[in-house]
């Protein structure tokens, strides 16, 4: 089940997948409410839960993904990922990750990052060995480029 698929799921189409999963009072929920409730039963069933979107890195060390249908601020579906993550695969800010997600538990108001399987689309180990863009040495033109048409 992937995270990213539910959200661009209806109201309607979450409850019927609600009741196929036999989530009680689904009738009643809205719809973020919907989404964790459907999120836990596919755990319970040992299902895995896919998740993706763009890291921010906060101060504090460890980053949320942020998601495009919030315009990328705090939203209620932000993935957290933990500072180990981060400096493990050598994650920045404006990344697009993809991975292996888990439900909040007890006291946890997030969803958390299990494994990390993309990171910008590739392999995680290709971003590495990434050069940061402040250190690449810049290719001026060695022509002149036309822009304009005859007309």
């Known amino acids: 089940m992937n995270l990213v698929e539910l959200k661009a799921k209806k109201v309607a189409e979450l409850t019927q997948l609600a009741k196929e999963f036999r989530i009680e009072g689904s009738s009643g929920m809205r719809k973020q409410e919907l989404m964790f409730a459907l999120l836990q039963a596919q755990?319970?069933?040992?299902?895995?839960?896919y998740g993706e979107g763009v890291l921010e890195i906060l101060p504090d060390g460890f980053g949320f993904l942020r998601a495009p249908d919030y315009s990328y601020l705090p939203g209620p579906d932000d993935i957290y990922i933990s500072p180990s993550q981060i400096r493990r695969f050598s994650l920045r800010t404006g990344d697009t990750v993809s991975g292996q997600i888990r439900p909040p538990k007890d006291s946890e108001r997030y969803f958390a990052l299990l494994k990390v399987e993309a990171v910008n689309f590739e392999d995680p180990e290709k971003s590495r060995d990434k050069i940061l863009f402040?250190?690449?040495?810049?290719?001026?033109?060695e022509r002149k480029i036309l822009l304009e048409r005859g007309a």
Do not use: V
């Not at 755990?43 to 839960?49: A, M, Q, R, Y």
């Not at 402040?134 to 033109?141: A, H, I, K, M, V």
């Open 43 to 49: 755990t319970e069933k040992n299902g895995l839960i």
């Open 134 to 141: 402040d250190n690449l040495t810049p290719l001026y033109p």
